[in-house]
């Protein structure tokens, strides 16, 4: 684990432990793993032979604070519409997906099209950050009863940490045998870091008193269009003007702390 990742770490803990001293609220802890469709400069946008090609894994550790009940004295709090409909979330979590060129472009048989054939990359993430989530329907309620539903959406942001390793099964890349010249100089395998915002939607089922299953689709854009290792120039290749984004789908398991 990297020294940024650690002392981002470090904040997270730091906050949630500071608002609980103050605030007393309860806890919850998750863990999720599903599937990751990746959006990015391989392949052709909006194209099904892509977005089913370019698919990955992800896993994560959730954090809930709960507003609508007080651990410390076994009982809820004061009833308001934000204690019963909010609560927030931190996430620690790590997504990988294998990356090449699909589509009409890379189907061809001609030379361009047995380079792009030939590029592949991997997208490695590791995520750190919170978002706030709305049930709309009463927490409570949901607390309260066995097998009941809670639907909910959420909007947060995540600081990335991303690695890449674009290469070419023909040879080194920027060179005539290897890279289409839309690539050249336009690639990298180093990594770096971001910002990016995610939005999501899903929903709870009560399994037990303390605990629940939750599923959830999640968007999640990046401020950079170097996570995947292609970033060819949007003012040529307009069709590569967005930065990188994926779709989420993950299963979880959530424990609440009493």
Wanted: net charge negative.
């Amino acid at each position: 684990m990297t020294k940024k990742i650690k002392y981002l770490l470090m904040l997270l803990l730091g906050a949630n432990l500071s608002m609980t001293a103050q605030f007393g609220f309860s806890h919850e802890v998750g863990a999720f793993v599903g599937g990751v469709a990746f959006q990015s400069d391989f392949g052709v946008r909006n194209d099904f032979e892509t977005n089913a090609g370019n698919t990955g894994f992800g896993i994560g550790l959730v954090h809930y604070m709960n507003f609508a009940y007080r651990a410390e004295c076994n009982c809820y709090m004061p009833e308001t519409y934000f204690n019963d409909h909010f609560k927030v979330r931190s996430e620690l979590s790590y997504n990988s997906t294998q990356l090449q060129h699909f589509g009409k472009w890379a189907d061809r048989s001609s030379f361009t099209a047995s380079q792009l054939r030939a590029m592949k990359g991997e997208a490695k993430v590791t995520d750190i950050g919170m978002q706030l989530e709305y049930f709309p329907l009463s927490i409570r309620e949901f607390t309260a009863t066995d097998g009941a539903w809670a639907p909910f959406i959420g909007l947060g942001a995540h600081y990335t940490f991303f690695q890449n390793g674009t290469y070419s099964e023909l040879g080194p890349m920027d060179t005539p045998i290897s890279t289409p010249i839309k690539y050249y100089g336009a690639w990298s395998d180093e990594g770096g870091s971001a910002w990016s915002v995610v939005a999501s939607v899903g929903t709870r089922y009560k399994l037990t008193e303390l605990s629940d299953l939750f599923a959830e689709v999640r968007w999640q854009y990046y401020f950079s269009d170097w996570v995947d290792g292609l970033n060819p120039d949007p003012e040529v290749w307009t069709e590569n003007k967005a930065n990188d984004w994926n779709l989420w789908f993950h299963v979880g398991y959530i424990y609440y702390l009493d």
